[in-house]
């Protein structure tokens, strides 16, 4: 009887220590999207700040360059393939109304 209770025990040991692997990796994976959207993110935000030649505290910049931006995409800017991309960032941001 002593010999199969030490085998349930290590059995139990190992099921307990596959599902601790188990969730640390699927936690791992989760925080390691997160990072990676969020860099994402900063660099999209940065993207227009660049373009519109604005300083992290001067948004309204980043608005005149967005709302200047959808009115020349229906002209000079129509066959640029950045535009829409840069459009869309603009009213993700919340500088595009």
């Known amino acids: 009887m002593d010999g199969w209770l030490k085998g349930l025990i290590a059995t ?5 220590i ?5 969730f640390a990796v699927s936690e791992y994976r989760k925080s390691t999207a997160e990072a990676a959207r969020k860099e994402r993110l900063d660099g999209a935000r ?4 660049d ?15 967005c709302k200047n931006l959808k009115v ?4 000079d ?3 640029n ?3 829409p991309v840069l459009m869309r960032n603009c009213r ?6």
């Open 46 to 49: 940065k993207e227009l700040f």
């Open 18 to 22: 596959a599902i601790g692997g188990y």
């Open 81 to 83: 393939e950045m535009a």
């Open 77 to 79: 800017l129509q066959n």
């Open 51 to 65: 373009l519109a030649n604005a300083q992290p505290n001067e948004e309204e910049k980043v608005r005149e360059f």
């Open 12 to 16: 139990a040991c190992v099921v307990v």
């Open 72 to 75: 020349r995409i229906a002209t």
């Open 92 to 97: 993700a941001f919340g500088y595009t109304f």
